[in-house]
C-alpha cells in the first residue's frame, strides 16, 4: 500500500495499483484461462442445447447475476468526484491538532459523493429533495468523514425517528408511487403530526430543495462537533461549505421538465465541468463557539433542527475543496464508498446530539449490509492512506493477509506489535466530558422550540423565494389526498407565519384557524407528562438572516454557465462567433441549435457546426438563450419559439440581435423592455450586457402569470 505521502498523488497511485489497463491484455476467466470465443455459448452441435460443461458461460453469467448490491436505503442516488483540500494560511491551529486543518502545506486527496435522499438509484437528479454533501479526507492521520446535506438543519430532533421520517417520505408500501417526490399522504401525515421538523420543512419547500448544479450548492454538517486542541481544550464547531460559483436554483417547473429531458443533469453538469477543467470549488467555513458559551443562544446547541445564524457567530473560511478528477469507475468509487459520521481524526469529536449520537452506530451497520461484510474497509476506495494495523481478522473477502502468530492484544509473541498510540504520537483520545444525569428516555426542554427559525427563514426569503416556497407548499399539499392532513398542515403553517398559512390554505380551498393552534406533539412518551413536553415559545432578537437567502449569494461569475444559441440557415455568422468567443473569455459556453445536427449555413455561405437539433435540445437544460439575427423562418419554427417563450417564462437572460425582433415579436413576450432581455445591434455591447444578465442568474421579478404555462 502506498505509503502516506502529502498530496492527491499517494491516492491515485493506490487507486492506479486496483484499476486494470485494459491496453494489450487477452480477455481471461476470473481465474486466469485465456478465452478464444466469447461470443459463442458451447452447445452440442451448431443447432443443440448448451452443455452445462460451459464453465466460461456460467462464469460470466453468475457474475453478471450478481452484479447489483443493496442500493443505499437512503441517499441511493447519486455521484462523485475526487479532489484536494488545501487549507489557508489562518488555519485553525489555535483550535484542533487535525494537521489536515492547521497545515497550510498540506494537500490532502478527498472523495466527494452529491445525492438525493429520497429517491431511489435510477431516480430523477431534479427531484425535490434535500441533497447529500459527504467528504472523505483522506488525511494523514487516518480518514475524516464529514457527512453532511445542503441544508443545515434535519426534520427530527433523535435518531429514534429516523426510520419513521424515511418510510413516510419513500414510495408508499401498497403501490411503491411516489417515486422520489415527498409529495404524498404518508410524508405529510408524518410532518403534520411532527412539529419539530417545521424548521426543515421551510428549507425543504425552498428553492435550495431543486439546485442548479451541485457545484452551486452550500453544505453544512448540520450537527455542532467539537475542535479538540493539542492540549485537549475543546470548542464547538458548525461545518460549511461555500460554493465559489454561488448558490443558484431552478424554477419548479424547470424542475419538473428536466426530471424527463435529462434525468442525469447534476449528475452530467459535474461530470462535464471536471472534463472540461472546470473544476468545482468550495470553501470550507467554521462556526466557533467557546465551551463556556454553550448556553449563551436562544436555542440547543445539541438541537439538530438549529442552526447559529451567521449574525450571532459569523463563519470564518478556512480552506478550500477542488473537484479535479472523475471517479475511473462509478461501481467501485461511488457505488462502493463509505462514508460513516464516525470516522474521525484527532482534533475532531462528537457532541452529544441525539441525531449525531443514533448515526454513530446506524453508518457500519448499513455498511455490512451494503457491502456484504465487515471488510469494506479494504476496498480501494474507502482505505485510508495509512496502512491498517490491528488485530482484527477474517470475514467475508478479507483482502490483507495477515503474518504471524498473534492477532490479540497484549501479546508478548509478537513483540506487542501492533502498539497502541499516546495522545502525542497520534493516538485518537476521546474528548473527556462530565456528565451526571439520570439514565432516561427523553428530551432536553431546550429543544422544544420548533417555530422561531422556521419563522426566521421564511422572514428572510426575497419575494420571489418566498413566492417560490407558498407555492411548493400548495403543489405538494395539493397532492395530498386526505384533508384532515392539509388541514394540520395549514395549522403548523399558523405558527410559522400567518400570511404563509393563508396563501397555502387558499390554495387549498381550506379556512385559516383565527388563532394559530398549538399543534399535536407526539414526542411524549406512553408514561410521560405531556406537560414535560410542552413547546416553549422563543422570540428571536433577529427578524431575518441574509445568508439564508439566495438573493444574495455571490454573482460575479459566467463560469461553466451554458447558453443556447438559436440558429438557422442564413444566420449571421459573424455575430454568433463574437458572441461564442465573449462567453469562452469568462468561462462559459455558447451552444448551436438547429433545425438539423452537422452545419448550420451562415450569410456569408460559412458552415458553423451545430451541438444540438430542436429535437433534442431543450430551453430548461441551459441557463441563458441567444437570438442572433439571419433567423427569420424560425418564427415559422414552434420548437425555436417555444424555447425562447420557456426561457422567458424560467426567468433567463435572453439577448437577441436587433435584427431578429421577427422572430421576438413571435413570442408571447414580444421585442419590448424586459427585465434581463438584452437587444442590440452592437455585438460587442450586447454580449457586455448579455453576461452581465447571465452572472445575475435569473430575473425572478419577470414571474408573473402570462398566456403560457410554467
Ligand atoms: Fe444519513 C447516508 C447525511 C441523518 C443513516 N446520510 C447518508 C448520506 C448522507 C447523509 C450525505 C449519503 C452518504 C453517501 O453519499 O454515501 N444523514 C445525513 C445527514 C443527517 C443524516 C446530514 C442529519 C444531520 N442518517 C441520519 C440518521 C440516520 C442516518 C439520523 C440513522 C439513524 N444515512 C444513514 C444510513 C446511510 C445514510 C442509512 C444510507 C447509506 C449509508 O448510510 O451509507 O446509514
Wanted: hydrophobic share 35%; aromatic share 8%.
Amino acid at each position: 500500500m502506498a505509503k502516506s505521502k502529502p498530496g492527491g498523488d499517494a491516492k491515485n497511485e493506490q487507486l492506479a495499483k486496483h484499476t486494470t489497463d485494459n491496453e494489450d491484455q487477452f480477455l481471461t476467466t476470473n481465474h486466469g484461462t485465456r478465452v478464444n470465443d466469447d461470443q459463442n455459448s458451447l452447445k452440442a452441435g451448431e443447432r443443440g442445447p448448451s452443455l452445462l460443461e460451459d464453465f466460461i458461460m456460467r462464469e460470466k453469467i453468475t457474475h453478471f447475476d450478481h452484479e447489483r448490491i443493496p442500493e443505499r436505503i437512503v441517499h441511493a442516488r447519486g455521484s462523485a468526484a475526487h479532489g484536494v483540500f488545501k487549507v489557508y494560511d489562518n488555519s485553525l491551529a489555535p483550535y484542533t491538532k487535525a494537521s489536515f486543518l492547521t497545515d497550510p502545506q498540506a494537500e490532502t486527496p478527498v472523495f466527494v459523493r452529491f445525492s438525493t435522499v429520497a429517491g431511489s438509484r435510477g431516480s430523477t437528479d431534479l427531484a425535490r429533495d434535500v441533497r447529500g454533501f459527504a467528504v472523505k479526507f483522506y488525511t494523514q492521520e487516518g480518514n475524516f468523514d464529514l457527512v453532511g446535506n445542503n441544508m443545515p438543519v434535519f426534520f427530527i430532533q433523535d435518531a429514534m425517528k429516523f426510520p419513521d421520517l424515511v418510510h413516510a417520505v419513500k414510495p408508499e408500501p401498497h403501490h411503491e408511487m411516489p417515486q422520489a417526490a415527498s409529495a404524498h399522504d404518508t410524508f405529510w401525515d408524518f410532518i403534520s403530526l411532527m412539529p419539530e421538523s417545521a424548521h426543515m420543512i421551510m428549507w425543504l419547500m425552498s428553492d435550495r430543495a431543486i439546485p442548479r448544479s451541485y457545484r452551486m450548492m452550500e453544505g453544512f454538517g448540520v450537527h455542532t462537533f467539537r475542535l479538540i486542541d493539542a492540549d485537549g481544550k475543546s470548542t464547538f464547531v458548525k461545518f460549511h461549505w461555500k460554493p465559489l460559483l454561488g448558490v443558484h436554483s431552478v424554477a419548479w417547473d424547470e424542475a419538473q421538465k428536466i426530471s424527463g429531458k435529462d434525468p442525469d443533469f447534476h449528475r452530467r453538469d459535474l461530470w462535464e465541468s471536471i472534463e472540461n477543467g472546470q473544476f468545482p470549488e468550495y470553501e470550507l467555513g467554521v462556526q466557533l463557539v467557546p465551551e463556556e458559551d454553550e448556553h449563551k443562544y436562544p436555542f440547543d446547541l445539541l438541537d439538530p433542527t438549529k442552526l447559529i445564524p451567521e449574525e450571532m457567530v459569523p463563519v470564518q473560511r478556512i480552506g478550500r475543496l477542488t473537484l479535479n478528477r472523475n471517479p475511473d469507475n462509478f461501481f467501485a468509487e461511488t457505488e462502493q464508498v463509505a462514508f460513516h459520521v464516525g470516522h474521525i481524526v484527532p482534533g475532531i469529536d462528537f457532541t452529544n446530539d441525539p441525531l449525531l449520537q443514533g448515526r454513530l452506530f446506524s453508518y457500519t451497520d448499513t455498511q455490512l449490509i451494503r457491502l456484504g461484510g465487515p471488510n469494506f474497509h479494504e476496498i480501494p476506495i474507502n482505505r485510508p492512506l495509512q496502512e491498517v494495523q490491528n488485530n482484527q481478522r477474517d470475514g467475508a473477502m478479507r483482502q490483507q493477509i495477515n503474518k504471524g502468530r498473534t492477532s490479540y492484544n497484549p501479546n508478548s509473541l509478537g513483540g506487542g506489535c501492533p502498539f497502541q498510540a499516546r495522545w502525542d504520537e497520534g493516538g485518537f483520545r476521546s474528548h473527556t466530558e462530565r456528565i451526571e444525569a439520570h439514565k432516561v428516555r427523553g428530551r432536553s426542554k431546550s429543544f422544544f422550540d420548533h417555530f422561531s427559525q422556521a419563522t426566521l427563514f421564511y422572514n428572510s426569503q426575497s419575494p420571489a423565494e418566498k413566492t417560490h416556497l407558498e407555492n411548493a407548499l400548495a403543489f405538494e399539499l395539493g397532492k395530498v389526498e386526505t384533508v384532515e392532513v392539509r388541514e394540520r398542515m395549514v395549522g403548523i403553517l399558523t405558527q410559522i407565519d400567518r400570511g404563509l398559512a393563508t396563501k397555502v390554505a387558499d390554495a387549498l380551498g381550506l379556512p385559516v384557524p383565527d388563532a394559530p393552534e398549538q399543534p399535536i406533539n407526539h414526542s411524549v412518551p406512553a408514561d410521560g407528562d405531556p406537560q414535560e413536553y410542552q413547546p416553549i415559545d422563543v422570540k428571536l432578537d433577529l427578524s431575518a438572516s441574509a445568508p439564508l437567502s439566495m438573493e444574495n449569494t455571490v454573482k460575479d461569475t459566467i463560469k461553466s454557465r451554458k447558453v443556447a444559441i438559436l440558429t438557422a440557415d442564413g444566420v449571421l455568422t459573424a455575430n454568433v462567433e463574437a458572441m461564442l468567443a465573449a462567453l469562452e473569455a469568462e468561462g462559459a459556453k455558447g451552444e448551436v441549435i438547429a433545425t438539423r445536427q452537422g452545419f448550420v449555413e451562415g450569410d456569408d455561405g460559412k458552415e458553423l457546426a451545430v451541438q444540438h437539433s430542436y429535437l433534442t435540445a431543450a430551453s430548461v437544460l441551459f441557463d441563458a438563450v441567444y437570438l442572433p439575427g439571419g433567423t427569420a423562418a424560425l418564427v415559422q419554427n414552434g420548437d425555436a419559439v417555444h424555447f425562447l417563450n420557456e426561457a422567458f417564462r424560467h426567468c433567463k437572460p435572453i439577448a437577441a440581435d436587433a435584427s431578429a425582433s421577427d422572430v421576438l415579436d413571435g413570442t408571447y413576450f414580444g421585442a419590448g423592455e424586459h427585465p434581463g432581455v438584452f437587444i442590440g445591434d452592437d455585438p460587442a455591447a450586447l454580449a457586455k450586457a448579455f453576461k452581465a444578465g447571465i452572472r445575475q442568474h435569473r430575473f425572478w421579478e419577470r414571474e408573473i402569470p402570462g398566456p403560457i404555462p410554467a
